[in-house]
């Protein structure tokens, strides 16, 4: 007995009862014929489809559909706690590319460790890169391997007046063909510095203070000792007498007298041709401090200003120059391609 389709089953009953007056059929014949009519009935007729194969018993050229018109019933281990009708399908499956999203099941659950939370349950546990810096006027590239992190999250609007790129705080790559890979943390200017407020800034809690740029910095600044200086004499060693205790952006000074210096700032430190910063020099006069009261009257004068130096003269009341034992000078002033400040407006008063 087996299972067979309806063209095999013509074709056996057309064998094994062939027309013959010899008595050749028999019982067998008749027989296996009628079971396997039995046996196929069901599956052709119930199918709805009266060629539909078998598909438990299909060899391999045929092609075959199963016809669902009230749904699959899956009575598994996995569906054993569902109700009956719980366990059957009665919606075609779509495909993995058509399955809506809030369509599927245990979207409260935190399974995707590769996403971060809006709730803030979980932080990052590595390096985080984000997007390119964008200028806001015309969303050209600003910087690459670079972002803006604020609290909007917005890029730049066709109208600058809503604008809110530029906030925040942005993050830059430096040198990266070169594989020197340094970081530039950009301090946001909102709409590019024009309004007051409307650039990023520092404000700090604990007492109200806030900074939004970095020119109330010092630009560079030295400490030395002139004190031993000796008539401008030179060693093997360079200038006697003459020690830094400590400098910042300053690459070199020289004495050519008592109390006669210029001193070099780091190559490019400021713009080309720049003379614009302000200097704030002190000496105590003397070549003694052991006590509060090691000073004589002097006056410490910055004259010449260029871009690469500026010169320091301390001369006491009597027009001598003087070699000093301490000797602070403070540099303030733009930076190299640092934006000045607007023009101060100056007035009569009465």
Known sequence: MSVQNASDLKSSIQTDLADNNAGQISAFDIRHNMEDLVDSIV??????????????????????????????????????SFSESEKIQNIPFRGVGNIPHSGLAGLDQ????????????????????????????DTTTVSNNG????????????DLSLCTNNHGLGFAMTNPDTGKYGEIIHVGSGNFG????????FKFDYDKSSFHTAKSTALAWISFNGAAYLNGSLSDSGLSGITVNSAYNISAIHASGAGTYKIFFKSGLIADGSTDYTVVAH?????????PQSMDLVTPAVVVREDDFFTLAVRNDNGEFVNSRVNDIVVYGHQSGVVPEASVTVQNFT
């Open 110 to 137: 935190d399974h995707h460790d590769q996403y971060v939370p809006r709730s803030g349950v979980r932080n990052f546990t590595g390096n985080v890169p984000v997007g390119n810096i964008e200028n806001a006027l």
């Open 43 to 80: 599956p052709i007729v119930a199918s709805g489809d009266f060629q539909t194969f078998p598909f438990n018993n299909l060899p391999l050229f045929f092609n075959s559909l199963i016809v669902a018109k009230s749904g699959v019933k899956f009575d598994t281990d996995e569906t054993s």
């Open 194 to 201: 024009g309004a007051n407020e409307s650039y990023t800034q």
């Open 147 to 158: 972002g803006w992190i604020n609290n909007s999250g917005n890029k730049a609007l066709a």
């Open 283 to 291: 000496s105590n006069g003397t070549t003694s401090n052991s006590g």
